[in-house]
Every structure is written in structure tokens, then in C-alpha cells.
Antibody, heavy 122, light 110 residues
Framework: QVQLQESGPGLVKPSETLSLTCTVS????????WSWIRQPPGKGLEWIGY???????NYNPSLKSRVTISVDTSKNQFSLKLSSVTAADTAVYYC????????????????WGQGTLVTVSS | QSVLTQPPSVSAAPGQKVTISCSGS????????VSWYQQLPGTAPKLLIY???KRPSGIPDRFSGSKSGTSATLGITGLQTGDEADYYC???????????FGGGTKLTVL
């Protein structure tokens, strides 16, 4: 059974960089797309971006200038960096897996991590 | 404001049927597959429906999905108290080049 586990600091100061890692177990990180998605307290889901195991990325245009997603296939991990954070970035951050369509594009999300709450506060 | 529009809440009695709508446009629902996710209180979302109307293994046939034009619908029959959750639709938006979600619908089983 595939499992995803987010890890990283639960508290980040304003203007600093939020860094999270997702560790994939029970399956290979290869041949899938991997996303970061966040959910502010009491609000809906917002897609941050995804990375293909080969390293190609696609980011939400609204966050693109501040986001970097990377992958380490040797560790079966992928990571998120979000720079210049503000209180508006306070949210539960989820990592997730997408199967690949025949056209090579990501499909739906079939596995989610449990999520980790990141609070931006001084 | 979400790209996909869902009703904030729906409710029905145990054993009854409910539908949840998801409205979009030609750049998202109109030309891409829709998926639906169930988020029980305090937990991560879980895949309910993919490719408009397919159920993953383990999802009961009480849950169904359909799509017509730029709208999609999630149907739940034989409602149970354990179905109380937030439900989200999702798809790819070709104009935004982004995965987009609806704002979520809170289901209350009265």
C-alpha cells in the first residue's frame, strides 16, 4: 500500500521560506506525477504545483514566483519550498500522487498524505 | 473564489439520495476529466470518483459521478451518517495550466 508522509517545520516566520518534504513508501516515485496541495483552516483546496519523477515541473500561476518543487528519486522523496511567506500561507499542506495518462499528462489524485499544518507567525 | 462552483452545503435524511453539482467552463470541466474527493472531518481528502464516473476499488456503488457539458454531478444514494463530510470536485484547467478544485460542499445527514 502506497503511503505519503509530509515532514517539516510547523512554524515559519513571515518573510522566510517554508520547506516541506514528502516521503513515499510502499511504491516507487518513478512513473508518476507528484503534487503539493494546501488547505487554509476552514477553507478549500488549492493546488500548488506538481513534479514529474524526471524533474519537470508545473506550478500554480498564482504562486509560481515563490514556489520550487524538487525530487530525489534515490530517497523516494519530493520537496516543496515556498519563499517570502505571509500569514496567508498558513495552511495544512498535503502531498499527493497522480497516475499518468496515455498522453503523458497527470490524471486524478489517487493517494494523499495525511497533511501537515504550517503556521506562519513571528 | 474557486474556479469550479459547488453549493456550500447540502443535506438529506439517512437512506435518502443527494446530488452535489460542480459547475465550470470549457477550459476545465468542458474538456477534461472530473474527479471527486471526500474529506471526512480532520482527515485528508480521499478519491471517490475519477474520469467523470469511475469508482476506485473499495468505493461502494452508492457513489456515482456524471458529466454533461461544463458541469459535473456527484450522486450519493442510501445516505449514512458516516457520509457526513466535505466533498470536492477537481479537474485540470487548460487556460490556467493548473489543477483546480471546487470550493467544497458540506454534506449533512440529518
Amino acid at each position: 500500500q502506497v503511503q505519503l508522509q509530509e515532514s517539516g517545520p510547523g512554524l515559519v516566520k513571515p518573510s522566510e521560506t517554508l520547506s516541506l518534504t514528502c516521503t513515499v513508501s510502499g511504491g516507487s516515485i518513478s512513473s508518476y506525477y507528484w503534487s503539493w496541495i494546501r488547505q487554509p483552516p476552514g477553507k478549500g483546496l488549492e493546488w500548488i504545483g506538481y513534479i514529474y519523477y524526471s524533474g519537470s515541473t508545473n506550478y500554480n500561476p498564482s504562486l509560481k514566483s515563490r514556489v520550487t518543487i524538487s525530487v530525489d528519486t534515490s530517497k523516494n522523496q519530493f520537496s516543496l519550498k515556498l519563499s517570502s511567506v505571509t500569514a496567508a500561507d498558513t495552511a495544512v499542506y498535503y502531498c499527493a500522487r497522480h497516475p499518468i495518462a496515455a498522453a503523458g499528462t497527470p490524471r486524478y489524485i489517487d493517494y494523499w498524505g495525511q497533511g501537515t499544518l504550517v503556521t506562519v507567525s513571528s | 473564489q474557486s474556479v469550479l462552483t459547488q453549493p456550500p452545503s447540502v443535506s438529506a435524511a439517512p437512506g435518502q439520495k443527494v446530488t452535489i453539482s460542480c459547475s465550470g467552463s470549457s477550459s476545465n470541466i468542458g474538456n477534461n476529466y472530473v474527479s471527486w474527493y471526500q474529506q471526512l472531518p480532520g482527515t485528508a481528502p480521499k478519491l471517490l470518483i475519477y474520469d467523470n464516473n469511475k469508482r476506485p476499488s473499495g468505493i461502494p456503488d452508492r457513489f456515482s459521478g456524471s458529466k454533461s457539458g461544463t458541469s459535473a454531478t456527484l450522486g450519493i444514494t442510501g445516505l449514512q451518517t458516516g457520509d457526513e463530510a466535505d466533498y470536492y470536485c477537481g479537474t485540470w484547467d487548460s487556460s490556467l495550466s493548473a489543477e483546480v478544485f471546487g470550493g467544497g460542499t458540506k454534506l449533512t445527514v440529518l
